[in-house]
């Protein structure tokens, strides 16, 4: 079975520039999150989608940040504009609701360096 | 509110002695508790969860974790380290009823040859 897919791995850009990461949960995974973790600490919500809606996302910098979940599969992140504080490693994660405890399963992560 | 302790940033071991990574927690009402691990450049892989039962629960490559009640605890532990063990590990933490996680600072665990 793929685990979660996530593209790119790395992105470099400039400040003020717009960048977007791909995601695409374990098939039948109707629970998808995306996670900032920035350096030496441990991973932060940013948004949650139950299928194609977000469920939570109080914790999404809404001035700058944008997700999408088309469809309830694959999901985008989007930054614009980013700033050198976003540079992060984003990290998608899915689950299934019928898993008792809802197990999260971590894609590889987008490491972002804005200079 | 929920949260999650790691007292020790880093922990170093001798490959083939036991190894202990500490986590304790605060949550309202019954806790779903896990652990991660992270190798360079890589995301989290899970470990184990704890959700009820026994206390010892077994996981993946050979860590158990040993949930304690009253302490609110649940440490990592392996009874003989590897070198390849040596990675970035993360406890969590779920209240029943909640639907996030929420993530301790992590534990380097460093197994010396």
């Known amino acids: 079975e793929a685990g979660v897919v996530q593209s790119p791995r790395y992105k470099i850009i400039e400040k003020k520039q717009p960048v977007a990461f791909w995601c695409n949960p374990i098939?039948?995974?109707?629970?998808l999150y995306w996670y900032r973790q920035n350096l030496g600490q441990g991973p932060e919500l940013l948004i949650r989608?139950?299928?194609?809606?977000?469920?939570?996302d109080s914790q999404l910098p809404k001035d700058r940040f944008s997700a999408e979940r088309l469809k309830g599969v694959d999901s985008t992140l989007k930054i614009q504009p980013a700033e050198l504080g976003d540079s992060a490693v984003y990290l998608c994660?899915?689950?299934?609701?019928?898993?008792?405890?809802?197990?999260?399963?971590f894609g590889p992560g987008t490491r972002l360096l804005v200079l | 509110a929920q949260s999650v302790a790691q007292p020790e940033d880093q922990v170093n071991v001798a490959e083939g002695n036991p190894l202990t990574v500490k986590c304790t927690y605060s949550?309202?009402?019954?806790?779903?508790l896990f652990w991660y691990v992270q190798y360079p450049n890589r995301g989290l892989q899970f470990l184990l969860k704890?959700?009820?039962?026994?206390?010892l629960v077994k996981g993946s490559y050979g860590f158990e974790a040993e949930f304690n009640k009253s302490q609110t605890s649940v440490h990592l532990k392996k009874p003989s380290a590897l070198v390849s063990d040596s990675a970035l590990y993360f406890c969590?933490?779920?209240?029943?009823?909640?639907?996030?996680?929420?993530f301790g600072t992590g534990t380097r665990l460093t197994v010396i040859p």
């Open positions: 994660a899915s689950s299934l609701d019928r898993d008792y405890g809802r197990t999260q399963y």
């Open positions: 098939s039948g995974h109707n629970t």
């Open positions: 989608y139950e299928n194609e809606e977000a469920v939570d």
């Open positions: 949550v309202s009402g019954n806790p779903y």
């Open positions: 704890y959700i009820t039962g026994d206390n």
């Open positions: 969590a933490v779920r209240a029943t009823g909640a639907n996030n996680l929420f």
